[in-house]
């Protein structure tokens, strides 16, 4: 039997179910988990586009101008990471030029860069003459090892993470960021045994 | 001679403790620069910040995942 007298065989289309589209579900981890956005050399790379803001507690903004220094560098290679953390709250993140407008106009930011400004929306409304403004922000610029840089990055994120729901943020900055108090104190002489040892 | 060691110990005590308490000062000074909270000091930049979103100069960040899912 030849292969001429044999019909030709099509290949059999394979029947393809018609899925329902996902739901998309808000601000689920796992979504986040997988970033395409890899590998920017600055955070001024990454586009932004345009997402209906949520209801949030809180609007972050991260103040690059550019610098190349450790700390801005533990801030650039680690944003994904920092994304992952943020899940829920609106990210803005300035381009160059706008960061360095702003720092050009407010000098008191000159040297601080790259800064993590949170701006806590749910503060006591404003008052008459000095108005107040509810929120708190991490000056990365300011710590010139990289690894001190990132231990403290993670520290500002777990914090951020874990009093989301905090009544009183500024309380909780004093207690448990700037280690005020006895139990502050022993945690400073902690750390700087583990930095003098070099753990 | 117990004297002049008791004086020794407790000056090197007192001066030890001294460093350290001024160290912890100097970490906790620098903790309160590193985190910072809003005041007076940065009404302006948050004012200006504030109008960026608004007029719409920034806006949120959305990363490719998020927007994949939404097509």
């Known amino acids: 039997m030849s292969t001429e007298d044999t019909p030709l065989k099509r290949p059999r289309k394979k029947s393809v179910a018609i899925k329902p589209r996902p739901r998309i579900t808000p601000a689920a981890p796992e979504v986040l988990d997988s970033i395409a956005v890899q590998g920017a050399g600055s955070v001024e790379d990454l586009s932004t586009l345009e997402q209906k803001e949520e209801t949030s507690r809180f609007r972050i903004f991260v103040i690059d101008a550019g610098w190349k220094s450790p700390a801005a560098e533990v801030l650039r290679s680690n944003f994904t990471m920092i994304l992952c953390s943020l899940g829920r709250d609106p990210l803005y993140v300035l381009t160059r030029r706008q960061s360095q407008e702003i720092i050009r106009k407010n000098p008191i930011l000159v040297g601080k860069d790259p800064i993590i400004l949170v701006r806590d929306l749910s503060g006591k409304p404003s008052i008459e003459e000095d108005e107040e403004f509810h929120g708190f922000h991490f000056n990365l610029g300011l710590i010139h090892q990289p690894t001190l840089a990132l231990k403290h990055l993670q520290e500002f994120l777990h914090f951020l993470i874990s009093h989301r729901d905090s009544p009183n943020i500024e309380m909780d900055i004093r207690q448990k960021l700037h280690h005020d108090g006895l139990i502050g104190t022993l945690e400073v002489i902690r750390s700087s045994t583990q930095e003098a040892v070099g753990a | ?71």
């Open chain 2, 1 to 71: 001679m117990d004297t002049i060691s008791t004086l020794l110990t407790t000056t090197l005590s007192a001066l030890i403790l001294a460093v350290m308490a001024i160290e912890i000062k100097r970490r906790r000074q620098k903790l309160r620069e590193v985190y910072d909270v809003l005041d007076s000091e940065y009404r302006h930049v948050v004012n200006e910040l504030d109008s960026m979103v608004q007029s719409g100069d920034i806006k949120p960040y959305e990363t490719f995942h998020s927007l994949h899912n939404k097509h």
